[in-house]
């Protein structure tokens, strides 16, 4: 009775998180459509009304594509689950290796081998087609190709490790696995922040040294007014794979580092770059950072904390299509079970995780615009929705779901109403 009850609801929350999804889409569709033709009051004296065409366009293909991208997600976790598919990869592995260590590691590497085989032809798409038709892609289908090899490469050599201790860990340690688990991921956490900026991403793009002297005056002017003590100031060349810009800082403790697009320091006058770095460091002075890890701990903790208890229960497994081993250890099928069904459960509840969210961005807003000036956070804001083309019009509710930051729209006239620019 418990199996098909949480079958039931499994089909249920899948429904409405597919029919949520299309939903939001066609809002947020004809939302952008139906504002294509006329810029924004606030805008329209500094985006072209051709540039503001094109990114409803852009807009719109993307939605439009991520429709089908959800679609063909909820069949492949359909045949994962209640088709049969973990059960059936399961116990091919079963039959060619028995039980033991090497049949739980290899199911999770099989299963991460298949899924990603299944979602290659949408990311192909997404970069060579739709990407590449507003001007985006830099990427040759050579270097997507080494990307998702070293990828694989760097997952491997940091995940497998990772896995094997909290496979040992949930097999050997008792009811209270969960917690030397998450002890254990919320360390690999904190080592990862560390050794992400100078070991894992330069495997995948090239830093080099700021050696505008003129910028790096104004920046470091920046970072003393704030209190702010980086290890570098570094320029990533992001355009090879992309005409997206951004700016970021990466990294923990005196390890931090700011590393900013190439693509960013093409289109943006030295102060607005400023301008977007305040913004920046207004997270990690406001405490955004540690506040957000906090929470990701968390949720970690709790997540974990339910995973022990369902991995005790055959329903969790029957009512998902899987038919536990008897005697034997199912931990790896309840950490895969767990992973691929947690966001179906989850995601009706979005919009609740974008509050705190947007909240830290407005602040984030506030702190650039005390410490440098206004005027040159709006106009950066500006040409970044513009070089990237993200809609200036979304749709309210579409947003609530998908978007940690504020429309451009109501961020540039919070701004204004502070009195701040």
Known sequence: ??????????VVFLLLTL???????RRHIRHVLRHRDQVPAEFAAKIPLSAHQKAADYTVAKTRFGLWAALWNTLVLTGFTLLGGLQALSTALLHALGPGMGHQI???VAFAIVSGGLDLPFSYYRQFVLEERFGFNKMTVGLWIADAVKGGLVGAVIGLPLLWVVLTLMDRTGAL????????????????????????????????PLTDDKLKHRIEGLMTRVGFAAKGLFVMDGSKRSAHGNAYFSGFGSNKRIVFFDTLLSRLAPEEIEAVLAHELGHFKLKHIIKRIGVLFALSLAFLALLGWLKTQVWFYTGLGVLP?????NDAMALLLFTLVLPVFTFPFSPLTSITSRKHEFEADAFAASHSDARDL?????????????????DPIHSAFYDSHPPASVRIRHLRLAGVA
Do not use: C
């Open 19 to 25: 029919g949520l999804r299309y939903w939001l889409a």
């Open 378 to 394: 709006v106009s950066a804001l500006v040409k970044m929705y513009e070089d990237n083309a993200a809609t200036l019009t979304p």
């Open 177 to 208: 696995w969960w917690l030397y688990a998450w002890l254990v991921w919320s360390g690999f956490q904190l080592l990862m922040m560390v050794l992400y900026p100078t070991v894992i991403a330069p495997i995948f793009n090239k830093f080099t």
């Open 106 to 108: 290899l199911l999770i």
């Open 325 to 329: 081993l008897l005697g034997q250890s």
């Open 1 to 10: 009775m418990l199996s098909s009850a949480f079958s039931v609801l499994f």
